[in-house]
């Protein structure tokens, strides 16, 4: 599976630990995507809510517009009230809506952290330093191997002669 996707060379003896723990990962992929939809519920919810409140100042302001007053200072007195008023909510859910979101994110990232802790999963560059010491141990392996067979094969042609 991982071969064909990446095209890595998986050892045999990772392969079923690191296919688990790539179910594990889509596991946890699927709750982080529950818990994006259910923030971005929230987060509509909230525009609606000021959508609503900005209709409510809306009327507000035709009902203010209908009454004869007297005194104009006294509309742009109330119409700033009510502007600076709207302007304050829409700032308190906005803040609203970006801490929600950063703590959505988070908890996301602590989700991740404890998932991969408790999978005991190494980390893809303990799997790549991991590769690289097979590597490098394989190729030590495969030049003390050489010439032990050159000094066998040179014996040889001195014996024969």
Known sequence: MADKSNNMKVPAFLREPLEAAQLRLAEFEEEA?????????????????????????????????????????????????????????????RGKAESFRSEAMERLEELQAKAVAYLGVATRDQVEELSRELE?????????SKPAKGHKAAKRQAAGA
């Open 33 to 93: 995507q529950r818990v994006f939809d259910e923030a971005q519920r929230v987060i509509k919810e909230l525009v609606e809510k000021g959508r609503a409140s900005r209709k409510d100042v809306a009327e507000l302001v035709q009902r203010l517009s209908k009454q004869d007053w007297k005194k104009v200072d006294d509309l742009r007195g109330r119409v700033t009230k009510l502007r600076d008023q709207g302007l304050e909510r829409a700032h308190e859910l």
């Open 136 to 144: 490098r141990l394989s190729r030590r392996l495969e030049k003390s």
